[in-house]
């Protein structure tokens, strides 16, 4: 039975098998095609002789490195912080982000956010992602030209924020949130580290309380205006295990079934030289996201792929198997011998 089917799958056959698995993934990935390389944009943020930070254009203002305060904080220290801001119009596409205890792609402790006239308070804790989402939203907050105070207190697992004295948030949580915050994060103002939330306005005041300890963080060398900043056009996922329950993640293992069953016949394939070819070609559409405009790159869509081509060796092995029985049962089937004369 082998002998038919290598006889059909000639080395032209799976050339061609493989070229219409590889050619069928490039259309669906990056079709229309349209390529944005990264790219670093300039700082546009300007701090006043006064010490207001003016974000008239994008820009950011940033720690590198967890500082000391928020170790204290991880540890249990009370946190409060105090913003004072003048937004300007929001920008189009993005969120405005104030304040932010972030890793970038890795993820964010706590962030300060304006969604056009909407506050949100994006806070890890216990169910949340590691973006602190979903987020707490209060309606009606910002209004431009028109000067706000946001006060945040985390108070053990107790959350309260008000809005020019007022308290809009009170939330207890079951647990308290700082379980699962990490002392490393790094500290952001009018953006995160990758410029995808910028706040267009004036930050008049950004004030860190821990402990009774106050941290003024517009005081000259509290944080770093970097000249230039690194631009994706959408922030890779590379935390592992957060898409997995998701249609795309079924669609990742359905989509890469084909290239495990075209590797599978080459001769000699071996499950891991299936899963290695399922690595490689996920590995670069994944990379090359990053130069396409509304694709996100994802380490969860890696470990779907490689899945997905393990069940097609897997699709390949089972129907060898099924073949060789037919195969035995036809060798075996005993020969009727003809006694009429």
Do not use: K
């Amino acid at each position: 039975m082998h002998e038919e089917i290598s006889a059909v799958l000639t080395p032209s056959v799976r050339i061609a098998a493989l070229v219409v698995v590889l050619v069928s993934y490039f259309v669906a990935v990056f079709w229309p095609l349209h390529w944005q390389l990264p790219r670093q944009v300039r700082n546009q943020v300007e701090v006043a002789a006064d010490g207001h930070a003016i974000f008239a254009e994008p820009g950011l203002l940033r720690s590198y490195g967890g500082p000391d305060w928020l170790r204290e904080v991880v540890a249990g220290a009370p946190l409060a912080v105090h913003l004072e801001a003048t937004p300007a119009d929001p920008h189009p596409r993005f969120l405005g982000r104030l304040f932010a205890l972030t890793h970038g792609s890795q993820g964010r402790l706590l962030t300060i956010d304006r969604n056009r006239d909407d506050l949100l308070i994006h806070l890890r804790a216990r169910g949340t992602s590691l973006d602190g989402g979903p987020p707490i939203r209060v309606q009606d907050v910002f209004d431009t030209g028109v000067p706000v105070a946001i006060e945040l207190e985390l108070v053990g697992p107790r959350l309260t924020v008000a809005v020019d004295g007022e308290t809009v948030i009170e939330r207890d949580y079951p647990r308290d949130p700082r379980r699962r915050w990490v002392s490393s994060y790094d500290v952001a103002l009018g953006s995160d580290l990758n410029v995808r939330r910028y706040f267009l306005g004036e930050i008049t005041r950004a004030e860190v309380v821990v402990d009774g300890r106050t941290i003024d963080l517009l005081q000259p060398g509290e944080l770093t205006r970097p000249s230039r900043i690194f631009f994706l056009s959408r922030e890779p996922r590379l935390n592992l295990f957060q898409d997995l329950r998701t249609v795309d993640a079924y669609q990742n293992v359905a989509g890469f079934v084909p290239l495990g069953m075209v590797a599978a016949i080459w001769p000699g394939a071996t499950i891991f030289s299936v899963l290695a070819t399922g690595l490689g070609v996920s590995g670069m559409i994944e990379f090359t996201q990053l130069t396409v405009p509304g694709r996100v790159p994802s380490v969860d869509d890696i470990v779907t792929n490689v899945s997905g081509a393990g069940l097609g060796w897997l699709a390949i092995f089972l129907l060898r198997q099924l073949l060789d029985a037919l195969g035995q049962r036809r060798t075996l089937r005993p020969v009727r011998h003809d006694r009429r004369r």
